[in-house]
């Protein structure tokens, strides 16, 4: 059944794609929960559309896997020797296996702006050395934690963010549930014996 996109992700598309238009590299930043797949599954739509070529990139297999279903995307897994990249197609794959696939590599490089990569969780840096292979093309992160000191490699791969929602707002929208807080009680250490600075049992 075919998910109706909800209207602050309608909006999260239409201003990645004026983003993307304008700095060629942007991220699109989204809560947990927003629902990031199914507004990467609408860009993956809208640019085929047009013609483009879209690489959709994982580095988790479960994430993987999905992203084939949701997107409805040639997969580019490890059976996958060589594929005839086509326009107007998607394409899912691990970033581990592409890297070792010089032929497809080629022929996405030969597509120069006609090739849009997709990189779910972005912020972590393993998509890098495939983006160096394929400077020309347009780019978008998905990611729900852009900021952090382990995330320096993206202001140098991506030039624009795009800021989705914010949970607090999802919330109160009636898109997400509200959340307690629940404080683990501390062990009681008082009655241990400490020796040589460690507890005996």
Same mark, same amino acid.
Do not use: F
């Given at each position: 059944?075919?998910?109706?996109?909800?209207?602050?992700?309608?909006?999260?598309?239409?201003?990645?794609?004026?983003?993307?238009?304008?700095?060629?590299?942007?991220?699109?930043?989204?809560?947990?929960?927003?629902?990031?797949?199914?507004?990467?599954?609408?860009?993956?739509?809208?640019?085929?559309?047009?013609?483009?070529?879209?690489?959709?990139?994982?580095?988790?297999?479960?994430?993987?896997?999905?992203?084939?279903?949701?997107?409805?995307?040639?997969?580019?897994?490890?059976?996958?020797?060589?594929?005839? /990249? #086509?326009? &107007?197609?998607?394409?899912?794959?691990?970033?581990?296996?592409?890297?070792?696939?010089?032929?497809?590599?080629? =022929? @996405?490089?030969?597509?120069g702006k006609e090739l849009i990569i997709m990189v779910d969780e972005c912020h972590i840096s393993t998509s890098t050395k495939l983006i160096d292979l394929l400077p020309d093309a347009y780019r978008i992160g998905l990611t729900a934690t852009p900021y952090g000191i382990l995330h320096k490699h993206l202001?140098?791969?991506?030039?624009?963010?795009?800021?989705?929602?914010?949970?607090?707002?999802? /919330? #109160?929208? &009636?898109?997400?549930?509200?959340?307690?807080?629940?404080?683990?009680?501390?062990?009681?250490?008082?009655?241990? =014996? @400490?020796?040589?600075?460690?507890?005996?049992?």
């Amino acid at each position: 059944m075919k998910k109706t996109p909800r209207p602050y992700q309608v909006d999260c598309v239409d201003r990645t794609a004026k983003s993307l238009a304008k700095h060629q590299a942007t991220i699109l930043h989204a809560p947990t929960g927003a629902g990031k797949s199914l507004m990467c599954e609408m860009i993956v739509t809208r640019s085929t559309s047009k013609g483009k070529v879209v690489l959709v990139l994982s580095d988790a297999i479960k994430i993987y896997k999905q992203l084939v279903k949701e997107c409805q995307g040639h997969e580019i897994d490890s059976k996958v020797k060589n594929i005839g /990249i #086509q326009k &107007g197609e998607c394409y899912v794959g691990m970033i581990q296996t592409i890297l070792k696939r010089p032929m497809i590599i080629q =022929q @996405l490089e030969d597509l120069g702006k006609e090739l849009i990569i997709m990189v779910d969780e972005c912020h972590i840096s393993t998509s890098t050395k495939l983006i160096d292979l394929l400077p020309d093309a347009y780019r978008i992160g998905l990611t729900a934690t852009p900021y952090g000191i382990l995330h320096k490699h993206l202001p140098e791969y991506y030039n624009d963010l795009v800021e989705g929602p914010q949970v607090d707002w999802l /919330i #109160q929208n &009636g898109y997400l549930t509200n959340y307690r807080h629940k404080a683990r009680t501390p062990a009681d250490t008082s009655l241990l =014996q @400490l020796r040589n600075g460690e507890y005996t049992e």
